[in-house]
């Protein structure tokens, strides 16, 4: 996911949606929103938020402080609170808040200024149940791009062996394979998000086989987990579970064309903290945790047409990629009153890869060793700056104000390069080992690191 070298500036002008001056039932003052336990409510919010999005750039600090801030009274979340009523008597501070949330919004002493300061950037939290995939390569990815790397090498699909050796007797025809996959991803920190190093160990499991002479067809299943350190503080932790469904077709001699299907539940937990310091010196603020999750489907199609000289194999390849994640409405915990609420969100990214790959066969006593190189151009088409919807999770009136802030413009263009080696040893055995790196992205460094095994019974 890229951003635009041209951003515009942010403002700390917040991007509130609605007040309710209502005040709810019993059991919303002190629990859980009325709208997470009505869908439609929810849904009708998300759907005013969306309807005047921002033309400005605005992280979710600046729309805190402003926000927070304080009127001509010295009543403190101003913008916040509205026209809903406040508390008669001393602190003034708003009905139908939590009461961390109702302590920040009561009376502000004079001379003491609006909150100011927190980090920069915010919209990690928000993000890591969606994962690096739009970013890099997902693991629907990885799986055909080893699949058709072993082709590659010179395995004749048709039997399942290696470079000719024979077959076992049990379930001719069928192949078992598992990789085991490294990445570190490192995001630069900017202005609206937050940055972080970060690192994913994951596995994929799988069987294929041949229904035709001219098609593979196979299934696995994947999983991963994701962990990163934000530069600032604090971290996040996401699992990723679910099937691929892929085919290899071969038409005519040289030409392929590999189809994946991917689906994904990805369950994310963070912590962090939320502080803001007032000119006086006074601090508040504390220690905050969320538990994001996603549904994540990816459909993949890549094609290409291998020249074979000799021991040399060389050609073109393209893909299209798309992936869809559905983020799931979620509440962050904590006692700072600062605590949001992450209204369901939804995004898209279709990319296209052009590039090539060139192997060599090397014949030895024990079998054939087959390097590989490999690089890409990839242009993403879909995704684009987002703005993120929230309100605060202690803001229990029927209609809580929403408010919106923004992630960056997606860097449009980038590359990826890689190489590897193939082993195929008699009676159907492979190994192999693959590296991957991202260039040229304007805020991810990522790398890829693959080895696994492939056994033809």
């Known amino acids: 996911m890229k951003y635009s070298k041209m951003m515009p500036q942010p403002t700390a002008r917040a991007d509130v949606r609605s007040t309710d001056s209502k005040a709810p039932s019993a059991d919303s003052r002190v629990g859980e929103s009325p709208l997470l ?21 605005a992280s979710l600090d600046q729309q805190i402080r402003s926000l927070l801030a304080k009127d001509g009274n010295q009543l403190g979340c101003a913008q916040l609170v509205g026209s809903s009523p406040r508390q008669t008597g001393g602190g003034q501070q708003p009905l139908n808040f939590g009461p961390q949330l109702a302590s920040l919004c009561g009376t502000i002493p004079a001379g003491n200024p609006p909150p100011v300061g927190g980090a920069p950037g915010g919209g990690a939290a928000g993000s890591s149940a969606a994962g690096a995939a739009f970013s890099a390569l997902g693991q629907a990815d990885l799986v055909l791009k080893k699949r058709r790397g072993q082709a590659d090498a010179g395995q004749d699909l048709a039997k399942g062996g290696a470079a000719g050796d024979g077959e076992m007797a049990l379930l001719p025809g069928v192949n078992l394979f598992f990789n085991a996959d490294y990445r570190a991803l490192d995001r630069r920190q900017t202005e609206l998000e937050r940055g972080y190093a970060s690192n994913e160990a994951g596995f994929s499991l799988g069987i294929d086989t041949m229904p035709t002479d001219w098609a593979v067809a196979g299934l696995a299943v ?15 932790d996401t699992d990723s579970y679910g099937p691929t469904l892929f085919a290899s077709l071969f038409p005519w001699q040289g030409f392929f064309a590999d189809l994946s299907f991917q689906y994904l539940r990805k369950d994310g937990s963070n912590a962090n903290r939320r502080d803001y310091l007032r000119e006086d010196n006074t601090n508040f603020g504390g220690a905050i945790s969320g538990t994001p999750g ?6 993949n199609l890549s094609t290409g047409y291998d020249l074979t000289l000799g021991g040399l194999t060389l050609g073109p390849r393209a893909t299209v990629r798309y992936r869809h994640a559905a983020m799931d409405a979620y509440s962050e ?14 995004l898209t990214s279709v990319q296209s890869s052009v590039g090539a790959q060139a ?45 919106g802030f923004q992630t960056d413009r997606p860097d449009r263009d980038f590359f990826h390069v890689g190489g590897g ?3 195929m040893i008699p009676n159907g055995w492979q190994a192999y080992a693959n590296f991957e790196a991202l260039l040229g992205h304007a805020y991810f460094d990522n790398y890829i690191g693959t080895v696994g095994i492939r056994l033809g019974l």
């Open 37 to 57: 336990r009505h869908p439609h409510r929810l849904a009708a919010v998300g759907l005013l938020a969306i309807a005047s999005v921002p033309t400005y750039a």
């Open 421 to 423: 080696l193939v082993a």
């Open 294 to 299: 996603a549904d994540q489907f990816e459909g």
């Open 359 to 403: 192997s060599y066969a090397i014949s030895t006593s024990w079998g054939v060793l087959v390097p590989q190189v490999n690089a890409d151009w990839t242009h993403e088409y879909d995704n684009g700056q987002r703005t993120i919807y929230v309100q605060f999770a202690q803001d229990y009136r029927a209609v809580p104000t929403t408010f």
């Open 222 to 236: 994947n999983y991963s987990r994701w962990h990163g350190d934000q530069l600032n503080g604090g971290g996040f």
């Open 333 to 346: 915990q904590g006692s700072s009153g600062l605590e949001l609420r992450y209204l369901a969100d939804r």
